[in-house]
């Protein structure tokens, strides 16, 4: 059986998660890697970050790359284009839900920490992802879908991305800007009514509430030294 090395406020595990669930596939587990962050996670998957795809012991990196094997996987129901010229269309809008908006984001979320904030970082980063928006806001699509009028691959990586945007972008100071791009906010209102969106922004909402209460509790910032402890040992 396949394995999804995956966390619940992951967005790039959930881009891939969500694409599970719209595709209704049962036979892949979802898992936490117990070492993930440790010396033997970075061992057996070089690129040390998650989502990584477990198929009975080969591993496979990098959300995009899962994303589109298990289209070829599970060719039906499909989450790409009934032609290439769609298909083309969906990896755009996809790339700048991951490239240009969940990798800065990803990237912002450090800055959050009002003590150790980077200004120059945080306006770095977060324009970007303001100038991504407003590109996105003239390509997506008004009928509740990224494009194509039905649920795509492109669904799958804005829905992590304008979670984040949504979430984190107060927490570095910035507004919220999704209700000022009226076709961003449109679909972004829309694409929650589908229950596989639903189901991965309940995970991500999970998984921020955990994430809160650990720096609230002071268990994050230990668990983060004792992580870099470890990694920094295994470099020496
Ligand atoms: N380009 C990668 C990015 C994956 C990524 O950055 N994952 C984060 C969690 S959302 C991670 O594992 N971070 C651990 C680290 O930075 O060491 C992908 O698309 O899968």
């Not at 991951?98 to 977060?126: C, E, H, K, W």
């Not at 919220?176 to 961003?184: A, D, E, H, R």
């Amino acid at each position: 059986m396949m394995k999804l090395y995956s966390g619940d406020l992951s967005p790039y595990s959930a881009r891939v998660r969500m694409q599970i669930y719209a595709k209704g596939i049962t036979d892949i587990a979802l898992e936490r890697p117990a070492d993930f962050g440790l010396p033997a996670f970075r061992q057996r998957n070089p690129i040390g970050r998650i989502p990584v795809l477990d198929i009975d012991g080969d591993l496979m990196p990098e959300s995009e790359v899962i994303a589109e094997y298990l289209e070829e996987v599970y060719p039906q129901p499909s989450l790409l284009g009934a032609d290439p010229r769609e298909t083309a269309h969906i990896r755009t809008l996809a790339r700048i839900g991951d490239v240009y908006i969940m990798n800065n984001m990803f990237m912002l979320s450090p800055q959050a920490r009002a003590s150790t904030r980077n200004q120059g970082v945080v306006d770095l980063l977060a324009g970007q992802v303001v100038r991504n928006l407003k590109a996105l806001d003239r390509m997506i699509g008004a009928d509740g879908f990224a494009c194509c009028g039905r649920l795509t691959l492109a669904d799958c990586a804005l829905t992590p991305a304008l979670f984040l945007v949504e979430n984190v972008l107060p927490g570095v100071g910035v507004d919220n800007p999704i209700p000022t791009l009226p076709k961003v906010a449109a679909w972004w209102a829309a694409i929650q009514q589908q229950d596989a969106a639903a189901r991965t922004l309940a995970e991500l909402h999970r998984g921020l509430e955990e994430r809160r209460e650990l720096i609230r509790s002071g268990a994050f910032d230990k668990m983060m030294a004792a992580a870099k402890a470890a990694m920094e040992a295994a470099d020496a």
